[in-house]
């Protein structure tokens, strides 16, 4: 038999199986202008990552293999150099960081735990009993720490005075991920309500704005963008918000107008912007690492 008969007869058995099902993905755009300076490695699980300004260094939340004691808080410095990648240790699955006083505030499964900026030791860990699913921090301009709950859609604060409650449960949070608090709001990146699924059967958040005071809820964006992780401000008028499942980083003005400022890789949790430096640092939970980036 001839070669071009062996073909033929292959590409018609071949069309006769079952056809394999492949998705198209388009490029997208970006909005921004990126230089790639560093990425650290061997951070098992990085989840997210806050800047200390007191040490010049950025703490990265490291969640481990999910073996109870085995997450803790890596040291790196600005260029992503690793200092310490054991600052602290014990901890069960930490993710969202926040600094206030003289403490990193880390959420940990189902505890609030303070943990000193000075030696990285444990010196105290919140809890009400009913937390399931503690996520991001933030802490507002009275030195209130707020930890999302994305599985009962709920946040919880720790007072100035140390007091730690349920501060606010609804379903308008729409499972919160991600907090910031700027001024008297608290902007939320919500994960997504059953009901909210995409064609791939994934739920969607949008990003949100909570009064402090009166905890009145509204919608940054019309629509739901996807499964919203990390907040940060970009500058007067934008944030930056990370979508985890897609590897997406938008660009989000406080009139809810959403741009792709860079595509990144799935799983990109709560990241880092340090305006004045044009720093933007990646946590990548599945690749073990941290990317920095220079916004040119």
């Known amino acids: 038999m001839k070669w071009t008969q062996i073909l033929v007869l292959c590409l018609l058995a071949s069309s006769c199986k079952t056809p394999v099902k492949r998705i198209m993905t388009m490029p997208v755009k970006q909005d921004a202008k990126l230089t790639l300076i560093s990425e ?66 880390v959420s940990d499964v189902t505890e609030l735990v303070e943990i000193s900026r000075e030696t990285g030791k444990v010196s105290n860990r919140y809890a009400v009993g009913d937390e399931q699913f503690l996520n991001d921090v933030a802490v507002d301009d009275q030195g209130n720490v ?60 949008r990003l949100l704005k909570l009064n402090i005071t009166n905890q009145k809820i509204d919608k940054v ?23 985890w499942r897609r590897g997406t980083i938008f660009k989000i003005s406080k009139l ?9 890789e799935a799983s990109v949790g709560d990241i880092l912007y340090l305006r004045d430096q044009k720093l933007l640092a990646l946590p990548l939970n599945r690749q073990n690492k941290v990317q920095l980036y220079k916004v040119n």
Do not use: C
């Open 221 to 243: 964006t019309a629509l739901p963008q996807g499964n919203l992780d990390g907040i940060q401000v970009f500058d007067d008028t934008h944030f930056l918000v990370s979508d």
């Open 40 to 105: 650290t490695t061997n951070l098992s699980h990085a989840e997210s990552v806050a800047y200390d300004p007191n040490y010049n260094r950025l703490y990265v939340s490291v969640q481990g293999e999910q073996e109870p004691g085995d997450g803790g808080i890596a040291t790196i410095d600005v260029e992503g150099n690793i200092i310490d990648n054991a600052f602290t240790t014990g901890l069960n699955n930490p993710k969202g960081i926040a600094l206030s006083g003289d403490y990193i505030y």
């Open 146 to 205: 707020y930890v999302s709950d994305m599985r009962s859609s709920s946040i919880y604060r720790l007072d100035f005075d140390k007091v730690f409650t349920k501060w606010l449960s609804s379903l308008e949070l729409e499972n919160p991920n991600g907090l910031l608090a700027v001024e008297n709001d608290l902007y939320i990146a919500g994960w997504g309500l059953p009901g909210s699924e995409n064609s791939e059967g994934n739920t969607q958040g």
């Open 256 to 264: 809810g107008d959403v741009k792709v400022f860079m595509t990144s």
